[in-house]
């Protein structure tokens, strides 16, 4: 039983460490939800919701629009601070889609680290528990000899 939990966890850290890097690296399925999302916000950023999501996003990762601040010219829509460096006023030139990936990219590979240590830390379980088992019935064996 403990032998195939170990197994069972291995199998669900591998699986769940896959998943994370799927939707967290340059060229993953999430790019394309938040490109979607970003140009959503950008087309409704008349709306309270909109509007404070753009700005949160835009402010605190230093970024601009879906792709760059083009998106807002395309959509002719006025191009706000939050998409302006605060020190140069210059607007940022990478999108948040970039950002937003790169950010995520950043912090969840300590993540998907920590699970791949957890599951070699599974595997040496499961190969002692093995051994362990054998040792055991080896022990046995020999105590009914006698």
């Given at each position: 039983m403990f032998i195939g939990t170990q197994v069972f966890l291995f199998v669900l850290?591998?699986?769940?460490s896959a998943i994370l890097l799927d939707y967290s690296t340059?060229?993953?399925?999430?790019?394309?939800?938040?490109?979607?999302?970003m140009l959503r916000?950008?087309?409704?950023?008349?709306?309270?919701?909109?509007?404070?999501?753009?700005?949160?996003?835009?402010?605190?990762?230093?970024?601009c629009g879906a792709d760059g601040p083009?998106?807002?010219?395309?959509?002719?829509?006025?191009?706000?601070?939050?998409?302006r460096d605060t020190v140069t006023g210059n607007a940022f030139f990478n999108g948040c889609v970039n950002e937003l990936t790169w950010f995520?990219?950043?912090?969840?590979?300590?993540?998907?680290?920590?699970?791949m240590i957890l599951a070699a830390v599974?595997?040496?379980?499961?190969?002692l528990g093995i051994v362990l088992v054998q040792a055991l019935r080896r022990e046995e064996?020999?105590?009914?000899?006698r």
């Amino acid at each position: 039983m403990f032998i195939g939990t170990q197994v069972f966890l291995f199998v669900l850290t591998v699986i769940g460490s896959a998943i994370l890097l799927d939707y967290s690296t340059m060229n993953s399925s999430i790019q394309p939800l938040i490109r979607q999302t970003m140009l959503r916000f950008i087309v409704t950023s008349e709306h309270p919701h909109s509007s404070a999501a753009l700005k949160l996003i835009q402010e605190s990762i230093g970024c601009c629009g879906a792709d760059g601040p083009n998106d807002y010219m395309v959509m002719r829509q006025p191009l706000p601070l939050e998409c302006r460096d605060t020190v140069t006023g210059n607007a940022f030139f990478n999108g948040c889609v970039n950002e937003l990936t790169w950010f995520l990219e950043d912090k969840s590979i300590w993540a998907a680290i920590m699970a791949m240590i957890l599951a070699a830390v599974h595997t040496c379980n499961a190969v002692l528990g093995i051994v362990l088992v054998q040792a055991l019935r080896r022990e046995e064996e020999a105590m009914n000899r006698r």
